[in-house]
Nanobody, 121 residues
Framework: QVQLVESGGELVQAGGSLRLSCAAS????????IGWFRQAPGKEREFVGA??????FYEDAVKDRFTISRDIGKNTVYLQLNSLKPEDTGVYYC????????????????WGQGTQVFVSS
């Protein structure tokens, strides 16, 4: 099993930045992919990006503003959010998979509880 805990979400003004953290524990040595997803009010959960064996992947709408990184020693993956827009508002989730990156949330077996990001205009 893998346990994930997100943190770092808060209220921020448009144009601002945040760094979200995803701390993993348990079978971390088996994790191949950490994905980031978000869910805006009234909308379906959507793929934001993923980390896989040192490579990163991003959804087109965020690829020039968001950056994923990993601290191996802390078993933590970060999502740096820059130039935030009101449409970035939502609950951000990290998820773990023992497989290759996938934009489909169903491909991820383990999920954190989410952290709320609210971007004011």
């Amino acid at each position: 099993q893998v346990q994930l805990v997100e943190s770092g979400g808060e209220l921020v003004q448009a144009g601002g930045s945040l760094r979200l953290s995803c701390a993993a524990s348990g079978r971390t040595f088996d994790i191949n992919t950490i994905g980031w997803f978000r869910q805006a009010p009234g909308k379906e959960r959507e793929f934001v990006g993923a980390w896989n064996n040192g490579k990163t992947f991003y959804e087109d709408a965020v690829k020039d503003r968001f950056t994923i990184s990993r601290d191996i020693g802390k078993n933590t993956v970060y999502l740096q959010l820059n130039s935030l827009k009101p449409e970035d508002t939502g609950v951000y989730y990290c998820a773990a998979s023992f497989s290759i990156p996938d934009t489909d949330s169903a491909a991820y077996a383990f999920w954190g509880q989410g952290t709320q990001v609210f971007v004011s205009s």
